[in-house]
């Protein structure tokens, strides 16, 4: 059944009046605090708590982590440097989180992952999943940074999402964090390219996603 | 449920939350009870996300919008919540083919509020598949995993759907100002 002219304007002039929704902040918690709640215990319980000995037993081991790789990040709050383009970063990352957004190719698999940018960017992008780290691939998509098409690989992180957006550049430089709007971004050039990892997340859980990426890249 | 499986329904249905919240609203005409209901089906989901074998990122859509849509009738149900049309039956709304009608402006203000209002009054079961297919873009085959109805039924019932909203559009300008 082919749609008439008339058909296709008056789909578009619903759509105008129906616009597709954004499910309000509140019921994405209210969901996310139920399926917690109704999820079982033993690797899920522990989360809502505030301070149960696998928080403390994390937290040691990530002060280690920082501890152990202050000198080689020198991370310092530099908003000046990068400015432009950490507004870039940040507007990829928020853009992710709009519906539909969020990845291209959807795939834990990094052999899945890393083909599917084959012929959509000019470079091959080193692709891993960190799930035994805690930290699972859940996917890639092209997004335009810095003048250029570029990757974006997705982590999920508990309830969280992380963005790693990575394009090719010559030469290395240490990780540097930029702060926008509560949103953490930590960037560094290594290996042949330029990443930037950004997230709500705290600090310190994108310090150790970096180390994982930095150690993966080299 | 196990951690693994906890996250793959984080990965393939939580994504949807918009379109399942879009649905629930245009369903319900009131963004609280559509939050009530996208919870509700939420925990639903949860609860027999172990019989969906999907791996597909659309197939999480199309099964949470079913969910979304039969908890959106139960709700219904419970609150003795009557509907637009809840007669409705096929034969009785199946109306004589309209031609395409260049007469109907859409982008006119008036025409618009009519559209609003003719939305407003269609049957459920010509609003689901207006939503599903106009605002939310499925296809054929999703929209009938959706409904739980061969993509025939879906087609001609989009069909009429379309014919009602022209109806409802045409009469309204040919009543008012001519517009030709």
Redesign the interface.
């Known amino acids: 059944m082919s749609e008439t002219d008339f058909e296709r304007r008056l789909s578009a002039a619903i759509r105008e009046e129906m616009p597709p929704l954004r499910a309000p902040e509140e019921l994405r918690q209210r969901v996310r605090a139920a399926i917690n709640n109704a999820a079982t215990p033993k690797r899920w319980a522990w989360e809502g708590r505030p301070f149960p000995t696998r928080w403390l037993a994390l937290a040691a081991s990530l002060a280690l982590v920082a501890l152990g790789a202050t000198a080689g990040w020198q991370v310092a709050a530099r908003r000046a440097a990068g400015g432009a383009l950490a507004d870039e970063v940040l507007a990829s990352h928020v853009r992710s989180l709009m519906p539909g957004h969020l990845t291209d190719v959807l795939s834990s698999d990094q052999h899945t992952v890393k083909p599917w940018f084959n012929g959509k960017v000019d470079f091959s992008p080193p692709v891993s999943d960190f799930a035994a780290n805690g930290y699972p691939l859940i996917g890639g998509r092209l997004d335009y940074v810095a003048g250029r098409p570029i990757a974006a690989l997705v982590y999920g992180r508990r309830k969280h999402l992380i963005n790693v957006l990575l394009w090719p550049a010559a030469g290395s430089s240490a990780v540097r964090m930029e702060t926008r709007q509560g949103y953490h971004m930590l960037h560094w050039t290594a290996a042949g390219y330029t990443y930037w990892v950004v997230s709500d997340l705290g600090v310190a859980e994108l310090q150790e996603l970096t180390q994982l990426v930095r150690s993966a890249g080299s | 449920?196990e951690?693994s499986e906890?996250?793959r329904?984080?990965?393939m249905v939580?994504?949807h939350?918009?379109?399942?919240?879009?649905l629930a609203?245009?369903l319900t005409g009131n963004?609280q009870d559509a939050?009530d209901i996208?919870?509700d089906a939420?925990?639903r989901a949860?609860?027999y996300f172990g019989g969906f074998r999907g791996t597909e990122?659309a197939a999480g859509r199309a099964w949470l919008l079913a969910i979304v849509r039969n908890t959106v009738r139960t709700w219904r149900e419970r609150r003795h919540f009557e509907s637009a049309d809840t007669t409705f039956d096929e034969e009785q709304h199946s109306e004589g083919i309209a031609a395409?009608?260049?007469a109907?402006k859409?982008?006119r203000k008036e025409t618009?509020a009519r559209?609003?209002e003719a939305?407003a009054q269609l049957p459920d079961e010509f609003r689901e598949v207006?939503?599903l297919?106009?605002?939310?873009e499925l296809s054929y085959k999703e929209i009938s995993e959706v409904i739980g109805a061969p993509e025939g039924t879906v087609?001609s019932r989009l069909?009429r759907a379309?014919q009602r909203?022209?109806r409802m559009l045409a009469r309204g300008d040919r009543a008012g100002e001519r517009v030709i």
């Open positions: 449920m951690s906890l996250e329904f984080e990965a939580l994504p939350l918009d379109a399942a919240y879009t609203r245009y963004t939050q996208v919870q939420s925990l949860l609860k990122p395409d009608d260049p109907v859409l982008d618009r559209l609003r939305l207006i939503v297919r106009d605002v939310q087609m069909h379309r909203l022209q």
